[in-house]
C-alpha cells in the first residue's frame, strides 16, 4: 500500500533498521558526511527486443527477457487470451544486467499487439536513445551520516539515512540496500533509515547488484571517511569493525599479504 499511495511518507519502514548503542565505550572522534552514487545505465551487448509471429492457435514469442513468466503472463493480460495462447522462446540475451527482467514485458505486450492486430509478423527492435529514455537506469543514491568512534576507529554508533531515486514509479523497491549496508562488519549500532523519491525520470529498475552496490559503497565510503579521520591505514580501520569470528578476517589479511604491502599495523 505505501508504494501505491503517493501521499504515504516518503519512508520505507520495511527498509529501516534500529541498532543498539555500545555503551559504556567513550568515543574518541565524531564523523559526518555525505556521499552520492549517480544511475547508471546497462548497456547491454542489445537493446530491448522481441519477434512475435501469429500461429494457428496462438502466437509465438522471442524474446530477450530474464523473467519468462511475468513475460507471457503480460502479453497473454494485454491480448485478454490464456497464457497457454502465448508460447515463449528465449535463446541469449545479449546482456541482461537487471534491464530485461521486467521492462522487456514491455516490448513483447508492445510487439505482441501489433502482431495480434495485423496477423502478420512483427520484430521490434529499440534504438539506443529510445532504450535510454524510457527502460529506466540503476537507482541512484544520496546518503547522510553520523557516526561515533574509538581510537582505533571501531563503530560505537552510526545513524545513516539514504534516499534512492525511483524514477516516476515505485514499482520496484531496492529492498536489499539496508541488508547489505552492514556488509562484513559488526553492525549491531547501526541505525539506517531508507528513503524513496519520486523523480520525473523514466521509473528505475534492478541493475547488476541491485542495492547491495549500493548498501556496500555507503558503509565503505564511511570506512574511509574513519581512516582519514583517525590517519589510519584504511584496513587497520576496517578489521577493527569486522567480527572477531568472521571469516573476513582471514580473507581480508590474506588479501593484504598478496599484495606485497607493508602495513604500519600488525593483522591480529
Known sequence: EVMDDPERSLIFPD?????????????SHSLSGRFEMGSQYHFSLETQCCVCVPIEDGIDVYS????????????????????????MQVRRLGGGFGAKISRAAQIACACAVSAFLSKRPVRFVLTLEANMAIVGK???????????????GRILQLDNEYVEDYGCSYNEPAYLTTGFFGNCY??????????????DTASNTWCRGPGTLEGIAMIENIMEHIAWKLNKDPVE????????????RKYLEDFVKS???????VLN
Not at 138 to 152: A, G, K, L, P
Open 259 to 265: 599484495t606485497g604491502k607493508q602495513l604500519s599495523f
Open 186 to 199: 559488526d553492525s549491531k549500532a547501526y541505525n539506517v533509515i531508507a528513503k524513496k523519491a519520486k523523480t
Open 15 to 27: 527498509f529501516c533498521k534500529q541498532g543498539v548503542a555500545n555503551d559504556g565505550i567513550k568515543p
Open 237 to 248: 580501520v576496517r578489521m577493527a569493525n569486522i567480527p572477531g569470528d568472521s571469516e573476513m
Open 138 to 152: 540503476r537507482y541512484s543514491c544520496i546518503n547522510h551520516y553520523h557516526t561515533q568512534v574509538d581510537s582505533e
Open 64 to 87: 530477450a527477457t530474464q523473467w519468462m513468466d511475468a513475460t507471457q503472463i503480460a502479453i497473454a493480460e494485454a491480448l485478454n487470451v490464456n497464457n497457454n495462447y502465448i508460447n
